[in-house]
C-alpha cells in the first residue's frame, strides 16, 4: 500500500483500539482473548484496507471484523495466528474491579452459542440496529431477532438458575 | 432475574462499564504480518513454485464501494520486456479453450483418520498438494498429497504450516519456536531446518533455491542457495528499500515486491541468480488513476500476477493486474461480476460467488464464464479452491461437510 494508505490505517486503527478492545472483551470475556481478537482483526483490516477505508460505514466494517473473527474463532480455533507468547500477569482480567451482577451477566453471557453472544452484545451493550447486526453478521434481520430471542430465552434460564442456587444459599 | 428484549439494555448496562484495561495491540506486527498473509495468500507457481492459500481479491460486503477503475483489460507494451527464464513451461490450458466444464469434488484421504484438514496449495501440475489437518487436542498436522496419497510432512514446533511445493515435490514451510520463526525444506522424506531466525520461507524450486523473507515486522528478502546455506539479503534499490521474494523459477530468476520506505510504493523487482537486479516499470498503460506501482503476488509460467499500486486515498482500486515476463506487457485482470477470486493459474480463476451469504466455489473461464463446484452440503460456507493447476482440471481446497467441519477436497474439471 501507498505512504498515505499505511498512515491512515494506523490514524483510524490506533484511534479505536479502546473501543474494539471492549467490543472484544465483551464477546469474549477474556483479557487475553480479546488483545488477541483485536490483533488479528487490526490485521485482517490491513489486508483488506484498501476496500475497507472506502466502506459506506468503516466503524461498522471494522466491527464485523471483530465480531466475525470472534465466531470464527470458536468455529475454528486453529486459524489463529499466535502473537505473543505469555502475557504479564498484570495485564489480566483479575485486576478489573466487578461486580456480583457484571460478573453473573458475563458468565451467562459466555455461556452462549457464539452467534447468539453476538447478537446479544451488539444489540443490548452496543445499540446496533437489528439491520445493521444483520449485515455485520451476513444474515437477515429476521434471523438476527430469532438468535435475539433464543439468546434471551437462555441468559433467563441461567440467570434464574443461579438466583435459585443464590436463595437455597442464603436460605 | 427476568430480562427481554424491553429491559435488555438495563440489565445489560454494567457491562457496558466495565473497566477494561488498555489494549495490548502491536499495529507494527499487525502490518507485518498482514503483509506477509496478504504475499502468502496469493498463489504461486512459477515451474516448480507454489505458495500456500491463495486469495486475490476477495470483495467485502458491508457497502464496500469495491469497484474498479481503470481501461478494459488491453494488454499493453511497455518499453522493458524482460526475458522469459528458459525453464519456465507455458500453461497447459485447453485449446481452444473450453466453452463448458463438468467438475466432479472428492474427499482427499488424511493421515491418522483425521476428518478436518485442507488444501492450502500445489505445484502447477498438481501432483503434489500442500496443506494441514487438524487432530482433535493436538497441533495442526502439515500433510502433503503425492498424486492423492496422504503423508504427514513432520515439521517441529508450533503452529506448522507448509508454504509451497516445487514440481519436483521440494517442499518449504515454517512453524513457531515461542514467539519466532523457524523455516523448513522437507525433501526425500527427511525435514531439515533452514539456517536464520525469524525467517519465513516463501517458494522453493526445483535445485532447492529457496526465498523468503526475514520478518521483524518489516520485511527484507532472503534467498538461501542451497538447502544448508545460510540466508543472504538480496540486494535492494537504495539503503532503505524493504521488500519480499514472492518466486524463484528453475533459472534461479527471483520475482519479489520491494518498496523504498515503509510506507513507500510497492514495486516489482526481478533479481538474477547473481544478485543483479531490476524494477519492473510502473504500469502507467493500464491507465489506472493514479498509478505508483505494481505490488507481484504470484508468478505462473511467463506470469507475475499482482495489484496495481496506487497513491491517492480517493480513489478505490484494487485493480489486479498481471506481467507478461516474455512480452513484457501489462494487462488488467479480467474481474467476472459477483465472483471473489481466491486462485490463479495465470489465465484461469477459482473462488467463490458473490454475495457472500449465498457463496458457492467457483471456477471461472474464459469461455465459460463462472462455473459453480459441486459441494458437500448445499451450504457452502465460504469455502473455495485454494488451488488449480496449470492444466485447468484439477483444483484443490476446503469444503464444509454436514457436521460443520472442514474437510479437504479436489475438483476434477473436464
Redesign the interface.
Known sequence: MGPTEDDDYVAYVSARLPALKRLAFALCGDEHHADDLVQESATKLYVRWRTARNADNLDRYVRAIVVRTHIDDTRRPWFRVRLFGELPESSGSASRPDTDGANALRSALARLPAGQRAVIVLRFLFDVPVSDVAEMLGCSGGTVKSQTAHGLAKLRNLLDARDFMTIAKES | ?????NN??D??A???E??????????E???G???L??RK?RLAGASGVAVAVAAIA?????????TRHGTPPVASATSDPVSPPATTAPARIPSPAPTSLTCTEKLLPVPDGVTMALVGGGDPTGRYLIG?S?PKGQR?QPVIWVGGVAHKVPLPG??PDLSAVSSNGTVVGLS?A??TMVGYIYRDGVVSRLKGTNVAPGAVNNAGVVIGQQDGGVAIPLVWHTPNSSPEKLPLPGPKWLGYATAVLDDGTMIGTVRP??????QTIIWQPDGAFRLLPVPTSLHVPHT??FSSASVRGNIISGNV?????TV???AQASYDLATGTYSLDPQPPRFAATGSNGHWMVGFTLP??TARPALWTPGTGIVKLPTLTKKADMDAPAFISDSGDLLAGQDTDKH?V?RAVEWRCH
Do not use: S
Open positions: 432475574m427476568y430480562i427481554d428484549e435488555a439494555a440489565v445489560f454494567p457491562l457496558r466495565a473497566n477494561v484495561a488498555p489494549p495490548r495491540v502491536d499495529l506486527a499487525a502490518i504480518i498482514a503483509r498473509r496478504r495468500h476477495i470483495v467485502l460486503p458491508l457497502g464496500i464501494n469495491a494441514r487438524y495442526p508450533d503452529d513457531f515461542g514467539q520506505t515503509a510506507a513507500g510504493a510497492e505508483v506501482g499500486v496506487v497513491n491517492k486515498p478505490t482500486t484494487d457472500q451469504e460443520g472442514i
